[in-house]
């Protein structure tokens, strides 16, 4: 029977796979020397997956690319099924000459990544409903309530989620983006981002998150899975 998996346990059952935990995700790369290469790569993931395929399995081909992701389909979560369609799906791109790795290749700009939006709202409920049909996005599988958070059924848009303030905040931005990266490329990151002219505002709740600043005040933060069970 499949378990769902702790932060901590999903990360240390990946090994050396080449895959890589994102909240409630499991995600990797393949490259590919042409998208009909990708093509024959995804397909070769598909059948490792066997019948849960459908239900596990997203795969996005890219000319020079395959981006995959696993996670359950009846909850945001990963679970030791997730986990070893990961080591099946890994074992058959070796098959084929290939590898499943975080990097997508020597030359990658970055490593794979979760894009999330944030809106920060004094009143969740109020305003779910207007993101979920303005978007045309879906309940998350799973959640419920005022403040659960929106998906893109299509999966081409960033997950939706909704902070509750105590207060309004009219001096700030309400809406920031999250960027949850792999822990081990969380302080490479930040290092690039304040090189670059950001600022960091609040370590305290690293390191599951490092709140950020452009010059002007625009902020973002780099998340990762640690620090949140």
């Known amino acids: 029977m499949k378990r769902t998996l702790s932060g901590p346990e999903a990360s240390d059952a990946l090994n050396d796979t080449g895959w890589c935990y994102l909240l409630e995700s499991l995600r990797t790369s393949v490259p590919a020397g042409s998208l009909a290469e990708g093509i024959e790569l995804a397909t070769r993931a598909v059948a490792a997956c066997g019948e ?73 409920a109020a305003l779910r409903p207007f993101w979920k049909a303005v978007l045309g996005y879906a ?57 670059a002219g950001g600022r960091l505002l609040s370590a305290t709740r690293a390191p599951a998150f490092w709140v950020l600043a452009d010059a002007e005040g625009n902020e973002a933060c780099v998340t990762t899975w640690q620090g949140r069970d």
């Open 52 to 124: 849960h395929a459908d239900g596990h399995l997203q795969a996005d081909v890219r000319r020079g690319l395959v981006l995959l992701t696993l996670r359950s389909p009846d909850r945001a979560a990963v679970t030791t099924r997730d986990v070893d369609l990961a080591h099946r799906i890994s074992a058959a791109v070796r098959a084929a000459g290939s590898r499943t790795e975080p990097g997508g290749g020597p030359e990658a700009p970055r490593t794979v990544q979760l894009l999330e939006l944030a809106i920060d709202a004094l009143d969740p």
């Open 139 to 195: 309940d998350e599988a799973g959640a419920s309530g005022p403040a659960a958070p929106l998906v893109d059924p299509l999966g081409q848009g960033p997950a939706i989620w909704f902070q509750q303030m105590d207060r309004a905040r009219p001096q700030r931005n309400r809406l920031h983006l999250d960027i949850c990266v792999p822990h081990d490329e969380a302080p490479r990151r930040i290092e690039a981002a304040l090189a």
